[in-house]
């Protein structure tokens, strides 16, 4: 059937008749609308990251009056509590999580991520970016976990790698826009581009990446003046140092907020860069970022930012997500709580130069291979204290809690280097800690080593921080040759062994670091890995909790 033009406004005007609505003039019809979007409102934006998959409440530690304290916090059926309770305050609530939310934990390992997949569904979030972990299953799986996931992702600097440097399309969206009575929030991701370095090559073999500040400046155009975003955020897993150092570029020129993630750092008060604050929530769900806005006719007039506490003992737990832990858990539950050992000390990862939980890692390298001159473990983030003795009077150690420790079970690699190459290396490791530009630095704590003693200048120039070395209570002689082993890494080169390159006669050992852990715990447990003081900076304390200086932000 056939309308005319005639008829159909014909029952146009019907329609109106019986709403009210289209009888009104245009403009007492746009008064109208007025009347329905509220001039002043509040805006939620609820951040976690780095979770790692730390699916139970678990010690955590703060640094209160110049000493560890440790309380319970975190696990996912508590924080899908916790968040619940916020969306509830809230006016208007959105909620995020900005990366490494597929490894951390045997369970994550044994099912290749998947069990995450149901947890982060029922926890309701939002959107997504991924962080720098989420290639540890390679490319396809992250495409397939992320896909997955309910909500948005986005991520503007992760391209397809068509070959010979071609680069294709974006792998996901570069930006989403959260609209509210009219007003536009717009969200902009970016991740780790050094993930190629910091992480196996292979895992993310078949994606490129660029910085940030490529394509920064045209989306923040698209942002602000195509979409007429009110607020514009970065969401971001850079890390803090790379974040603030963004925030200080002319292409973040139109940005309010970076709210950031990957290196665990636990900002309560908003950095204030040049042209947008920084904040960063922590990590493995102990911790929420609230970012609260002010909204009035149509503007930002204010931003409020805390850091939550996700306190376990306080909160009931959701008994939704609770069950599908346990359903997902069941399968794998009995190597998980198998104790490999004892510690008769707290194991935490905390301070950026020496920790329990490396020193320990050392420990079982160094009895399993004793030959070797030197042994080296990389300068790792996650996994959270355990500080909570058993029946025993000390500290269990599970194979769940080796995988905390050391997620990927690579193996144990030999090689043989001159005095002079671990000269030079110990000078880049200790500039990606410590540069004094923010751009510099990168990736994790100060590199942990066995057999070798260093003094330093964390905060000297660079070159020239490391002013002894020596090797088994040994100068170190620069044209001497020494073994050396760590990790095996997926993708390098024969030649490279821990970002060192130019190593000699490299050999993998019949050992994974889980069985040189298992094999040492099994022999000497319980044990005592207190820091032996192998690395020492002769201007900052053993107790240094952050690697960011010179602005204001304090770790606690």
């Given at each position: ?25 245009p ?34 530690l703060?640094w ?14 508590h ?17 995020m ?8 934990s ?82 902009l ?102 970012l ?124 043989k ?24 630095r ?43 082993c ?19 006669d490299?050999?993998n ?48």
């Open positions: 059937m056939k309308y005319s033009r005639r008829k159909f406004m014909s029952q146009l005007g019907a329609l109106g008749a019986g709403t009210g609505l289209l009888s009104l003039s403009q007492v019809a746009q008064a109208e609308a007025k009347k329905l979007k509220p001039k002043s409102f509040k805006l939620t934006i609820l951040q976690t990251t780095d979770v790692h998959c730390q699916i139970h409440p678990h010690d955590e703060f209160e009056n110049g000493k560890a304290v440790y309380r319970k916090t975190g696990g996912y059926a924080l899908k509590a916790f968040l619940d309770q916020e969306r509830e305050k809230a006016e208007h609530c959105l909620v999580d900005t990366g490494d939310m597929f490894q951390g045997e369970l994550s390992v044994r099912t290749t991520g998947e069990a995450m997949v149901p947890i982060l569904n029922e926890i309701g979030y939002d959107l997504y970016l991924p962080g720098n972990w989420e290639v540890v299953y390679y490319k396809q799986a992250m495409q397939h976990l992320l896909g997955s996931l309910h909500a948005p992702k986005i991520c503007a600097n992760m391209y397809h790698d068509l070959g010979e440097g071609k680069r294709g399309e974006l792998i996901f969206n570069p930006y989403h826009i959260w609209s509210v009575n009219g007003v536009k929030i717009g969200f991701g970016y991740t780790d581009h050094l993930v190629p370095k910091r992480q196996s090559p292979n895992y993310s073999k078949g994606i490129l990446y660029t910085k940030p500040e490529e394509n920064l400046a045209h989306y923040v155009d698209v942002l602000r003046n195509q979409e007429k975003c009110a607020f514009v955020c970065i969401i971001a897993h850079l890390g803090l140092s790379q974040q603030i150092n963004l925030a200080n570029l002319p292409e973040c020129e139109g940005v309010d907020y970076i709210l950031g993630g990957d290196t665990h750092e636990r900002v309560r008060k908003p950095i204030q860069g040049k042209y947008a604050k920084v904040v960063e929530p922590g990590a493995f769900g102990s911790f929420v970022g609230k609260e806005l002010t909204i009035e006719d149509g503007k930002v007039v204010q931003d409020d930012y805390e850091l939550l506490e996700v306190t376990s003992d306080k909160i009931t737990p959701c008994p939704v997500v609770t069950e599908i832990v346990d359903q997902n858990e069941d399968p794998f539950e009995e190597d998980i709580y198998k104790i490999a050992g004892y510690s008769t000390v707290p194991l935490y990862r905390y301070f950026v130069i020496e920790n329990p939980i490396d020193t320990m890692i050392l420990d079982a390298i160094s009895w399993q291979v004793p030959e070797i001159d030197i042994v080296l473990s990389n300068g790792f983030r996650f996994c959270p204290p355990r500080t909570t003795p058993d029946e025993t009077g000390n500290i269990p150690i599970t194979n769940g809690y080796i995988f905390d420790m050391l997620p990927v079970d690579s193996l144990i690699r030999t090689g280097v001159k005095g002079s190459q671990i000269a030079a290396w110990l000078e880049k490791e200790l500039n990606n800690v410590f540069a004094k530009e923010a751009s510099k990168f990736g994790g704590w100060v590199i942990k080593f066995r057999g070798m003693e260093v003094e330093f200048l964390a905060f000297g120039e660079e070159g020239n921080r490391v002013q002894k070395v020596t090797v088994h209570d040994k100068p170190l002689e620069m044209d001497r040759v020494y073994s050396i760590a990790c095996e890494r997926d993708g390098d080169p024969d030649d490279m062994l821990c970002r060192f390159t130019g190593v000699m490299t050999e050992t019949e050992y994974t670091l889980h069985q040189a852990v298992k094999n040492y715990l099994a022999e000497h447990s319980p044990v005592t890995p207190i820091p032996p003081k192998s690395a020492v900076a002769l201007d900052a304390p053993a107790t240094l909790l952050t690697q960011v200086y010179g602005v204001d932000y304090e770790f606690r």
